[in-house]
């Protein structure tokens, strides 16, 4: 039953990512971008999201 489940929900993330990409692609080539977030914002998540890259692959985060 674990296994059913296990499934649908990696089924489930598959189709999220797809249907994600899919509208930024069409986002993209129809050349309308509806971001509503602040620019400074998003340097800070860009910035917060390579330091957790960073970490995450050199073992400072996560403990290995």
Sequence with gaps: MIR???MVAF???I???VMGTLQTITRFATGRDESTMP???KRIAF???I???IGLST??????
């Design 51 to 53: 330091i957790l890259l």
């Design 59 to 64: 073992g400072w985060l996560g403990g290995m």
């Design 4 to 6: 059913l489940v296990l």
């Design 11 to 13: 089924l489930a993330a």
């Design 47 to 49: 910035g917060a999201l």
């Design 39 to 41: 620019d400074t914002f």
């Design 15 to 17: 189709a999220f990512v």
